[in-house]
């Protein structure tokens, strides 16, 4: 029986295999778009070195080996690292070992860590604006960048580096660990969600936090407030103790 092609190349990985994974990965039904930073995130990459990992040659150019029929420049082409080459085919063959998570826009998590961000409200300024500046040094970034990172224009993380979304993905990671434990502690006294809530809450990070209403809509008023509450000053604890200081620590260092 033939084997497909696409699933098992037969030549040397090279940087076009990225997007033939790259659609095999979208072609899944649980799949959305993939963009340029999931596949830097697989690959573990930078995401503006992404574009030379498209075209270079196959790792066997990495090992020293040269073409057979040298030409001016063809040195100046990059080549996969044969770590990137094994891990390509495997996940070429098992896209299933590459589960692609839910991100948040920038927005998403400014809206998040809003009522948590330090904020000094200045004569003719609020509250809002004070946090908003104070957005993208939270993760190691500039004042300035907070208007860039927030613009109504931006695509979100997708334009973020690649340690700034790891840092958001950590932190909305943390809050919906606590929202989760949060949820199963308020529904042990009502009934209602008892026997789905096992089976919906199998999601984690932004994948369980962007559905959060629907896991709240049980909820008269009080025990909303209540859970609220909970959830505010749970996740303020850690997130004013271990990321702001860890953040001060550095800022200090």
Request: with cysteine; charged share 25%; net charge negative.
């Amino acid at each position: 029986m033939a084997r497909n092609p696409l699933i098992h190349p037969e030549s040397p990985i090279d940087g076009k295999c990225l997007m033939q994974l790259k659609t095999l990965l979208e072609s899944r039904p649980d799949s959305g778009e993939v963009r340029d930073l999931d596949l830097a995130m697989l690959m573990n990459v930078p995401v503006n070195r992404l574009s030379q990992l498209k075209r270079s040659r196959s790792s066997i150019y990495a090992l020293g080996k040269q073409l057979d029929d040298e030409q001016d420049g063809v040195d100046d082409v990059p080549s996969l690292r044969p770590s990137q080459a094994i891990l390509t085919r495997l996940l070429l063959r098992h896209p299933e070992f590459a589960p692609l998570p839910l991100r948040p826009t920038n927005s998403d998590v400014f809206e998040l860590l809003a009522p948590f961000i330090p904020s000094e409200k200045q004569t003719g300024g609020s509250v809002l604006k004070s946090r908003k500046l104070g957005f993208a040094p939270l993760f190691g970034r500039s004042y300035i960048s907070s208007y860039k990172m927030l613009t109504d224009m931006s695509e979100g993380s997708q334009n973020s580096s690649l340690p700034v979304v790891r840092l958001q993905m950590l932190i909305v990671g943390k809050y919906a660990e606590i929202f989760k434990t949060l949820l199963r502690e308020f529904s042990k006294d009502p009934s209602k969600t008892a026997q789905s809530l096992d089976q919906d809450l199998k999601e984690t990070g932004w994948a369980l936090l962007r559905n959060r209403d629907s896991f709240t809509d049980w909820m008269d008023d009080d025990v909303f407030q209540s859970f609220n509450t909970e959830l505010h000053r749970r996740f303020d604890q850690w997130f004013s103790r271990d990321y702001l200081g860890v953040l001060s620590d550095e800022a200090v260092s």
